[in-house]
């Protein structure tokens, strides 16, 4: 198995430009998740899906959107880049409920200018 | 709500020291806690996690974290370090009950040196 795997590794865009990274998942799990990573910041939850064509906000959803057509994927949608969305971007996905380990992807470096 | 505290944001030791990492939850109803490692340019990897029963958990690289809920506390230690520990670790909590969120700490960089 792959596990969760994320495209691209590294991003660089201009402001308000759009993109999309990608998430898939081969474990057939249902929960999938979208983390950013900042310094001293930790991981703060930006949308998570438990299950296809559910979709739910987290912590920090503004300026991106997410869709789960399918069960193995989980994409990322900048609308137009702002600087404040220079951060690593991490997919997580889990079996359904809550105490079970999450599986993160290697992540995405993305830096706006 | 959910929140996580790390105590310390950065804890240098030297090789073949014992060290702790601080972690405080605070949650109106029953938890479910874990450690995340994260290996530099890494992605998380769980290390351990207390869901029931006892509360001192292990992992299998020589971790341990101890459940303490009247100090609402899930420390992580280990008795002799290695360089290989270095690393940064995330303390997370999510509710029993499924709010399906989990809620990570701001991390605890580990620097273990020679």
């Known amino acids: 198995n792959a596990g969760v795997t994320q495209t691209p590794k590294f991003q660089v865009l201009k402001t308000g430009q759009s993109m999309t990274l990608q998430c898939a998942q081969d474990?057939?799990?249902?929960?999938m998740s979208w983390y950013r990573q900042d310094p001293g910041m930790g991981l703060r939850l930006i949308h998570y899906?438990?299950?296809?064509?559910?979709?739910d906000q987290g912590e920090v959803p503004n300026g991106y959107n997410v869709s789960r057509s399918t069960t193995e994927d989980f994409p990322l949608r900048l609308l137009s880049a702002a600087p404040s969305q220079t951060s690593v971007y991490f997919c997580?996905?889990?079996?359904?409920?809550?105490?079970?380990?999450?599986?993160f992807g290697p992540g995405t470096r993305l830096t706006v200018t | 709500a959910q929140s996580v505290t790390q105590l310390d944001s950065q804890v240098p030791v030297f090789e073949e020291a014992p060290v702790e990492l601080r972690c405080n939850y605070s949650?109106?109803?029953?938890?479910?806690l874990f450690w995340y490692v994260q290996y530099p340019n890494q992605g998380l990897q769980l290390l351990l996690k207390?869901?029931?029963?006892?509360?001192l958990v292990e992992s299998i690289n020589g971790f341990e974290a101890e459940f303490n809920k009247s100090q609402t506390s899930f420390h992580l230690r280990k008795p002799s370090v290695h360089i290989s520990d270095t690393a940064e670790y995330f303390c997370?909590?999510?509710?029993?009950?499924?709010?399906?969120?989990?809620?990570f700490g701001k991390g605890t960089k580990l620097t273990v040196n020679p």
């Open positions: 899906s438990v299950g296809a064509g559910i979709t």
């Open positions: 997580a996905s889990s079996r359904s409920t809550s105490w079970y380990e999450q599986y």
């Open positions: 207390y869901l029931s029963g006892s509360t």
């Open positions: 474990m057939n799990h249902e929960y």
């Open positions: 949650s109106s109803v029953s938890v479910y």
């Open positions: 997370a909590v999510n509710s029993q009950g499924g709010s399906e969120k989990l809620v």
